[in-house]
């Protein structure tokens, strides 16, 4: 909560440049997610008013598009595609690795489509696609962002 609650002015000026074009909504979640890596309830009243829509709209789009969490994220983004090519390759039995093994500084996103269906399973860990994974592999992907982290 704290962060964008002392931050009103700070997430009014990412909105704002949305603020007049059509269907700014969007681009304006986009750029709070961008910014603070989730967006926070409390930006929802702000943009309710800047928007000229109510809180439950806002709240609405939000939770419509899978891409917006709600959440502050953990320090690493694992997406693991669930979509039907993926999940032929495994992609659920790493879901499941993942939450048995490495989570702690992970969050975890399951997405459908990664665009890297014949490589399958594929995740994107960061922004960064892999294709045919397994848990050993993940594992190691993982280790190696976090001390890319670090460095
Ligand atoms: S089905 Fe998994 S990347 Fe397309």
């Given at each position: 909560m704290g962060d964008t609650e002392q931050n009103e002015q700070e997430?009014?000026?990412?909105?704002?440049?949305?603020?007049?074009?059509?269907g700014g909504l969007l681009p304006a979640l986009h750029a709070l997610q961008e910014n603070y890596g989730y967006i926070d309830g409390a930006a929802i009243p702000i943009l309710a008013d800047h928007f000229n829509q109510t809180r439950a709209d806002v709240h609405g789009v939000i939770s419509f598009y899978h891409d917006f969490r709600s959440e502050k994220p953990a320090r690493h983004i694992v997406k693991i595609c669930q979509a039907e090519a993926c999940?032929?390759?495994?992609?659920?039995?790493?879901?499941?690795?993942?939450?048995?093994h490495i989570a702690g500084d992970i969050t975890i996103e399951k997405?459908?489509?990664?665009?890297?269906?014949?490589?399958g399973p594929a995740?994107?860990?960061?922004?960064?696609?892999?294709g045919r994974v397994d848990a050993a592999r993940l594992n190691a992907i993982v280790a190696s962002h976090r001390s890319d982290a670090k460095s």
């Open positions: 997430i009014t000026g990412l909105i704002n440049p949305f603020v007049d074009q059509a999940q032929a390759m495994g992609s659920r039995a790493l879901v499941d690795h993942v939450n048995a997405v459908y489509c990664l665009g890297n269906c014949a490589c995740v994107m860990v960061d922004g960064r696609t892999y």
